[in-house]
């Protein structure tokens, strides 16, 4: 079993759609959480922290289960720009700062 | 949050030479994290290099393909090493911290031919 699973997609919404990504984790020991967002032959950027008592930073909205071992990404109204490629990653546990990545999830959005 | 700025950005090698990427950080980090993507893959974790001590590297990656040096703390290189056409990846260097995530350089596509 993969330490970070995302459902791959592809995910193609028409613009102004609401869409949710779902990742699921196998260490429970994990202590950080974040939504990653990579474009094409680019690093990945931070999208969000993930927070226990949920986050949202506009169109995005973040939520982690630590019981079920699960973080969601909702974005509302999806725009033309938010095509990407939305990572998964988990952090902590034995091993201080290593990043552990899902493998991702493709989104594109069209007019 | 910490700028990165990572050189080369992109190269194409010979195999069995050796090419040496460099991340140079705006401010002084205590660790630095060395990655590798390849083709159509998420990141996994090379090592990890603290200055003045020798980096800890995971399952799979070993000093003698990947050495790393870290001479103080806003700088780190990574040496990919005897290339193969298998080391074709793109390598990213990475800072931060739990509390406000981590940020990446631009990162080194290299292709070995």
């Known amino acids: 079993r993969k330490e970070v699973e995302q459902d791959p997609g592809p995910f193609n919404v028409p613009e102004g759609a609401t869409v949710a990504f779902n990742c699921t984790y196998s260490?429970?020991?994990?202590?950080?959480f974040f939504w990653y967002r990579q474009d094409c032959r680019k690093e990945p950027k931070l999208l969000m922290s993930?927070?226990?008592s949920g986050n949202e930073d506009g169109r995005f909205t973040a939520q982690l289960n630590r019981a079920s071992q699960y973080i969601s990404l909702l974005i509302r109204d999806s725009k033309l720009s938010d095509s990407a490629t939305y990572l998964c990653?988990?952090?902590?546990?034995?091993?201080?700062?290593?990043?552990?990545f899902g493998q991702g999830t493709i989104l594109t959005v069209h007019p | 949050s910490a700028v990165i700025s990572q050189k080369p950005s992109r190269d194409i090698c010979q195999r069995g030479t050796s090419l040496t990427i460099q991340c140079q950080v705006d401010?002084?980090?205590?660790?630095m994290f060395w990655y590798r993507q390849q083709p159509g893959q998420s990141l996994t974790l090379i090592a990890t290099?603290?200055?003045?001590?020798?980096?800890?590297?995971e399952s799979g990656f070993v000093i003698d393909k990947f050495p790393i040096s870290r001479p103080n703390l806003t700088f780190s290189t990574l040496t990919v090493s005897n290339m193969s056409p298998e080391d074709s990846s793109i390598y990213l260097c990475?800072?931060?911290?739990?509390?406000?995530?981590?940020?990446f350089g631009s990162g080194t596509r290299l292709t070995v031919v």
């Open positions: 990475s800072v931060g911290g739990p509390l406000d995530g981590y940020t």
């Open positions: 290099a603290n200055q003045g001590s020798e980096a800890t590297y």
């Open positions: 993930v927070y226990s």
């Open positions: 401010s002084q980090v205590t660790m």
């Open positions: 260490n429970s020991a994990s202590q950080s």
């Open positions: 990653v988990v952090s902590g546990g034995t091993s201080y700062g290593k990043l552990t």
